[in-house]
Nanobody, 118 residues
Framework: QVQLVESGGGSVQPGGSLRLSCAASGFIFSIFRISWYRQTPGKQRELVAAISTMSDTEYADSVKGRFTISRDHGHNTAYLQMNSLKPEDTAVYYC????????????WGQGTQVTVSS
């Protein structure tokens, strides 16, 4: 059974830090591209950060220099380290696993809430 389970969300003051985790099971984690998306009510889900199977990374302009995505193949887990958090980072954060060798494999976690507020 394929599962992506996010954890690590919560409430934090502006300037604070959180680390999100995405634990994967039921598929070959190492061949999937892993991404973090976020969504706020009434808005489309947006890409925050992504990491390839070779650990190449990309980030949304709004989080560059503050967020770091990483992956641990030994533990089938991906992470999103979020520093210098701002109120506009408040959202539900989702983990995504994607692999497309001609057939699209696309998996999502259930999401974890991040709230940045004073």
């Amino acid at each position: 059974q394929v599962q992506l389970v996010e954890s690590g969300g919560g409430s934090v003051q502006p300037g604070g830090s959180l680390r999100l985790s995405c634990a994967a099971s039921g598929f070959i984690f190492s061949i999937f591209r892993i991404s973090w998306y976020r969504q706020t009510p009434g808005k489309q889900r947006e890409l925050v950060a992504a990491i390839s199977t070779m650990s190449d990374t990309e980030y949304a302009d709004s989080v560059k220099g503050r967020f770091t995505i990483s992956r641990d193949h030994g533990h089938n887990t991906a992470y999103l380290q979020m520093n210098s958090l701002k109120p506009e980072d408040t959202a539900v954060y989702y983990c995504n696993a994607h692999y497309d060798p001609g057939v699209n494999y696309d998996y999502w976690g259930q999401g974890t809430q991040v709230t940045v507020s004073s």
